[in-house]
């Protein structure tokens, strides 16, 4: 049974750090690209960030390139997110995901396999 699970959410000021984990267990993790995306209320599923299984290439939104940076380690299973100079519009439900693609996951009918999401909240 495949699991992703989050964590390292959080309520943050704007300006401030916070970095996201996923670990994953019941797929062999270094064969997948990974992908962050996040769900506003209200509003559709958006991609943030991917990276691929075969040689760490990575993509990201205008919204967040400069400021978040995805990485993973496959002798943990763990794909991150940094997020870095948060702002009020990154509030989100956070959700990692698993695809069978070479290149990194820009969209989130890439994925296979979801997590249960992790909240991110920046306010004043």
């Known amino acids: 049974q495949v699991q992703l699970t989050e964590s390292g959410g959080g309520l943050v000021q704007p300006g401030d750090s916070l970095r996201l984990s996923c670990v994953a267990s019941?797929?062999?993790?270094?064969?997948?690209?990974m992908g962050w995306f996040r769900q506003a209320p209200g509003k559709e599923r958006e991609f943030v960030s991917g990276?691929?299984?075969?040689?760490?290439?990575?993509s990201y939104s205008n919204s967040v390139r400069g400021r978040f940076t995805i990485s993973r380690d496959s002798a943990k299973s763990t794909v991150y997110l940094q997020m870095n100079s948060l702002k009020p519009e990154d509030t989100a439900a956070y959700y990692c995901?698993?695809?069978?693609?070479?290149?990194?996951?820009?969209?989130?009918?890439?994925?296979?396999?979801w997590g249960k999401g992790a909240p991110v909240t920046v306010s004043s």
């Open positions: 995901a698993a695809g069978l693609l070479n290149a990194p996951p820009t969209a989130p009918n890439d994925m296979l396999y």
């Open positions: 019941g797929l062999t993790f270094y064969r997948y690209s």
């Open positions: 990276i691929s299984w075969t040689n760490d290439e990575t």
